[in-house]
């Protein structure tokens, strides 16, 4: 019944979307749905790469018997085993029982932790080769990119990279699988997410795997989530690259917290000294109804983070906290800093968010804004030099480049 998209003359696109899931791991919202892609190569031999969500098993199935007809299923390389990539293995197996499936140690091991199947296992090692008949296939292994046992798969008769999770973005597929083909620029802010949530504490890996497989003269990458790059292949690349070595673009990020509206007059205050200094973009987000998800995908986008907070329990607003623990946890660097805050009888929060910038060793203003209940004349001028400052530190940085 399924015509399958075709990627190359005989690689085909066998993946489903997802519009119905609410959260990506149950965490992360998605706004457009999601991708689950997966590869069928028809060759001598025939081999899918990386499989469905189970709750698409079904339909993963009948693309592949599609494509297939008589023909059988001689290999499943598996990239990636977490459950929405492998998750349709036994459902595979009961369709294909002499399927071998192929992965490395680790994967294998994973194979039967999550799905008891022991058997028809072909372990392949870095940079060992299997071949299809024209295809020859190349394993490169990228463990942490982002659980231990991923690989990638580099197919040297049609110069196509099958990269696992890298280079991905959240966003279902609207007709096409292709990049040239579908309305592209929705899908670079969901790249920008999925990496900042999703890939981004596995900074130091991605830049290990990018490295080591430069040398491939890859013309199409085949992601598990997201678009087929070709026509902007360098362009995806580029991003991971930027981002998984924490450079960032020009713009600043203000978050603040505001139980009564006190320090949200102090972040549009300093937004106002920051856009007098001529900083664009200028990002703000009320961390109380905006997703931490987009925060973080701005964070990792722009250089500058401003955040601001009132004292709450003699600490911080708790969705800052959540902010700053999941910005630590990933090791974020090479960011420029600011903060203010407010407090009716006992101040915290510049305290907190300036250890806070010490430990990831980020270079801070030495303007720090902390009023006591409402903002006044004094520390209005001070939130709009805090923004002068924080512009002055974006346009030399060198001469600002020391830990807070």
């Known amino acids: 019944m399924f015509r399958n998209q075709k990627i190359t003359d005989d690689i085909y696109y066998v993946g489903v979307n997802d519009r119905q899931k609410a959260k990506f791991e149950n965490l992360i919202p998605l706004y457009d749905g999601v991708s689950y892609n997966a590869y069928l190569i028809v060759d001598e031999k025939t081999a899918l790469i990386d499989t469905v969500d189970i709750h698409f098993g079904e339909i993963l199935i009948q693309k592949i018997l599609s494509q297939l007809g008589d023909k059988g299923l001689d290999y499943l390389i598996i990239n990636h085993m977490e459950p929405d990539h492998s998750g349709s293995l036994r459902l595979l197996r009961k ?3 002499n399927m071998t499936i192929v992965g490395n140690e680790r994967t294998l091991s994973m194979v039967k932790g999550f799905y008891e199947i022991d058997g028809s296992l072909l372990k392949v090692s870095d940079e060992e080769s299997l071949s299809l008949g024209r295809h020859q296939l190349q394993f490169f292994l990228t463990p942490m990119v982002h659980w231990p046992e991923t690989m990638m798969t580099f197919d040297h008769a049609d110069k196509v990279l099958f990269s696992g999770d890298a280079f ?19 899908y670079w802010d969901e790249m920008y997410r999925y990496y900042a949530n999703i890939i981004g504490k596995y900074s130091s890996p991605v830049q290990k795997a990018i490295k080591k497989l430069e040398h491939l003269p890859y013309e199409i990458i085949c992601s598990t989530h997201g678009p087929v790059w070709k026509t902007n292949l360098k362009k995806a690349v580029e991003i991971y690259d930027r981002l998984s070595s924490f450079q960032a673009e020009e713009g600043v990020v203000i978050v603040y917290g505001s139980m009564y509206g006190n320090t949200e007059l102090m972040a549009e205050t300093v937004a106002q000294g920051l856009a007098e200094a001529g900083v664009k973009p200028v ?7 905006v997703d931490l998800s987009i925060i973080l995908r701005d964070i990792y986008r722009y250089r500058g983070c401003i955040f601001g907070s009132p004292t709450y329990n003699n600490g911080l607003f708790p969705e800052m906290e959540d902010l700053i623990r999941k910005i630590e946890s990933r090791g974020l660097k090479n960011r420029i800093f600011g903060c203010f805050g407010s407090y009716t009888w006992s101040g915290a929060v510049v305290r907190n968010l300036t250890e806070f910038a010490n430990r990831l060793q980020w270079p801070m203003s030495d303007v720090m804004v902390e009023e006591k209940q409402g903002l006044k004349k004094d520390n209005y001028e001070s939130c709009l030099q805090l923004g002068h400052q924080i512009a002055e530190m974006l346009q030399n940085p060198v001469q600002f480049n020391k830990g807070c």
């Open 95 to 97: 369709y294909f029982p």
């Open 168 to 186: 991905g973005s959240f966003g279902a597929l609207n007709g096409s699988i292709l990049d040239e083909n579908l309305d592209i620029d929705k």
């Open 283 to 289: 990002i703000i987000h009320n961390i109380s109804t």
